[in-house]
């Protein structure tokens, strides 16, 4: 495995779901025309936190654990824990369920109770999918689960806009989220069996496992339940105390999908891509004077180049995302989204996603590299910050209603980043990656005037609401923008600039597919 197979693959993952996202985008924009803010908000809240509560407890700790290097005789063990994993998932689902429908305050809605039901039984039946995906990985067809999850979201979402001409209520979104599951696994499994070799197996007899990999679960289990604590806490206080209502709720959840194409496209999967290089190219739990010297000054640059990129990315996010929300939001959801909160959340949401990046990368290699000790460690730390976290987000919350969510995530992201920045440092023995990530003064003049020029173009043309006005102030953005990419570029040194081309999907090919 090299880096250049890894960007090749992240980079195409990206694009991939860009395009996607981008036709989601157009697709949810349509979408929230046809329902009240009030079905956005439940089912983009409510309903979506008790998938993903149900689910990152195992996809997210299975993976952590498998992506590793293992030996043909730890297979077995490995695919063991897996399918032992979705009946504990099924107990847990079921739980959830109960706790959302008789425990915690239910809206006005028809169908609500399926909706739990059903969203709960998809988080679980994903979990078949995870054999075939750890299969794919180790054999290196990162290509696997683009597939899997433009097939199912083309899937869901065709499903979900037809049926809410019928019915503005729960239900569309019930057979979109019924039909996205059956699609994710169907796929997974389809690929899997053209893909394996004779002697390759994801069935045994007996289902047994070793200590070493129950206590590795168990550790990265309580990691990744404190890490969703931090990840969706702001959703977990609207859900138990119901600090905004659900149509707020609406507002919020449409903002935050908005700004997360971002998030959760392009740093999500190159997050993802990443973490396959670096627990492969440096073993778990060895320490960093005993791997090897290439291995690991090739996993430096690596670092501190995406560290680089997503820092300045952000910057770019945060500096046009002030003068352009309203604009956006306008287009995106018409006058009654541009006049309501919304500008205001994704004023705030474009800085959160300059911290989302640059804690992305940096946890990714953190969770790649860490021994078990480590990870107790880590885990311990977790648990005052999600305390702390819950309780900033309570009280920001009611001080400043939906932005309240985004300073306290904002909050968490810098501590997170602290921390991992620390361990970087500590595993190199050198801050060399921190100072590689950091922007030149030059680079920060350019963002500085260029921001200075969109933000009175804002004031004076955006502010009119006429549609010459807009075109005017958007032509403004593009090439000013366009003068900041290539100022950025010249000011590049040489291994970032390699860095960049390394990311073009077209000039590598997938190594075994």
């Known amino acids: 495995m090299d880096a250049a197979n890894v960007a090749s693959a992240a980079t195409s993952k990206a694009i991939v779901q860009v395009i996607f996202k981008f036709l989601s985008f157009i697709a949810n924009g349509y979408l929230i025309r046809l329902v009240s803010n009030e079905v956005l908000g439940v089912v983009f809240i409510r309903l979506t936190l008790l998938y993903a509560t149900t689910q990152i407890l195992s996809r997210e700790t299975l993976r952590k654990v498998s992506l590793a290097k293992h030996s043909s005789e730890q297979w077995p063990h490995l695919v063991s824990l897996i399918w032992v994993c979705v009946p504990c998932s099924a107990i847990l689902g079921l739980l959830l369920s109960l706790v959302w429908i008789f425990v915690l305050e239910v809206p006005a809605l028809p169908y609500y109770s399926l ?6 039984f998809c988080a679980v039946f994903e979990l078949l999918a995870e054999p075939p995906h750890v299969y794919l990985m180790h054999r290196h067809f990162y290509k696997a689960p683009i597939l899997a999850e433009v097939t199912a979201n083309l899937s869901q979402t065709a499903v979900t806009l037809f049926l809410a001409h019928f019915s503005s209520s729960l239900l569309p979104f019930v057979a979109g989220s019924l039909l996205y599951s059956l699609m994710f696994v169907l796929v997974y499994w389809v690929r899997y069996w053209l893909v394996r070799r004779e002697e390759d197996r994801l069935f045994y007899r007996e289902l047994r496992t070793t200590p070493e990999y129950l206590s590795l679960t168990v550790s990265f289990l309580k990691q990744t339940a404190l890490k969703q604590i931090l990840t969706m806490g702001e959703d977990y206080v609207m ?3 119901s600090v905004i209502t659900f149509a707020q709720q609406g507002v919020f959840s449409t903002v935050t999908r908005l700004a997360a194409i971002v998030t959760r496209v392009a740093f999500k999967h190159i997050e993802d891509s990443y973490y396959v290089f670096f627990a492969q190219m440096l073993r778990r739990g060895l320490p960093p004077d005993q791997q090897g010297r290439d291995a690991k000054s090739t996993c430096q640059e690596t670092l501190g180049n995406l560290l680089r990129f997503n820092f300045l990315f952000g910057l770019l996010a945060t500096v046009y995302g002030i003068s352009y929300s309203r604009l956006a939001l306008l287009m995106y959801g018409g006058r009654s989204l541009a006049n309501s909160d919304g500008p205001m959340l994704l004023q705030w949401h474009c800085p959160y996603i300059m911290f989302c990046g640059i804690n992305g990368v940096s946890e990714c290699f953190y969770f790649a590299t860490m021994s078990q000790p480590e990870v107790e460690r880590y885990n311990l730390k977790l648990l005052p910050f999600s305390i702390t976290f819950l309780l900033l987000s309570l009280l920001l919350s009611y001080l400043f209603g939906g932005v309240g969510f985004i300073l306290a995530n904002i909050g968490n992201m ?13 595993y190199f023995n050198s801050t060399s990656v921190l100072r590689r990530s950091l922007p030149n003064i030059p680079q920060l003049m350019v963002l500085a005037v260029c921001g200075f020029t969109t933000l009175l173009s804002k004031m004076v043309l955006g502010s009119t609401d006429s549609l010459l006005g807009n075109i005017f102030h958007l032509m403004i953005g593009a090439l ?7 100022m950025q570029w010249e000011c590049e040194d040489a291994s970032f600039k390699n860095f960049i081309k390394s990311l073009n999907p077209l000039k590598f090919k997938q190594h075994s597919e």
């Open 480 to 486: 000013s923008f366009l003068l900041v990419l290539l």
């Open 115 to 120: 909706g739990c039901l059903v969203f709960s």
């Open 414 to 426: 810098a501590l997170r980043i602290f921390f991992s920045m620390r361990y970087i440092a500590q």
């Open 239 to 241: 859900t138990f105390f």
